[in-house]
């Protein structure tokens, strides 16, 4: 439902960032990856001074990430914390990104950053709260989570 209201609001306005924003992050949580990073690039290329350019930045982080870009999907995860270093879905796919790669140690260091501000949320809880993610998304990152050592 929310695709297609994006997808009329867009036919109204093509110029409008946010609906771009918006319809890049359903594809990103669809595992459509390569239409959520043209979107997110358009919403970016419409509003380059966006206070929620660091949204932006997850939403590729995470298209990126479901196509096992690893590398690319820290670089944009690290632009997301940058500007908001406390988001936590972020450090999440960092971590995920990280463990994937083989880098224990660097994911474990980060999985205690996410820890430090949600400590109770274990892999099951973790599923429940992402289950808007695509199946083979959600499954990538919480196998991702569990090499760094986040508890079941």
Known sequence: MAAAA?????????????????RGSIHASRNEPEEAI???ERARRLSPFDPYTWFYAFNIALAHFAVRRFEQA?????????DQPRFVSAMRIK??????LGYRDAARAELSRVRAIDPKLPIAGYREYAHFLAPEVLELN???????????
């Open 142 to 152: 919480a196998t991702g989570l569990r090499l760094a050592g986040l508890p079941e």
């Open 74 to 82: 820290i670089e944009w995860a690290d632009r997301t914390l940058h």
């Open 95 to 100: 971590v995920a990104a990280l463990a994937h």
């Open 38 to 40: 043209k979107a997110i």
């Open 6 to 22: 994006l997808d009329r609001a867009l036919a109204l306005n093509p110029n409008a960032a946010h609906a771009w924003l918006g």
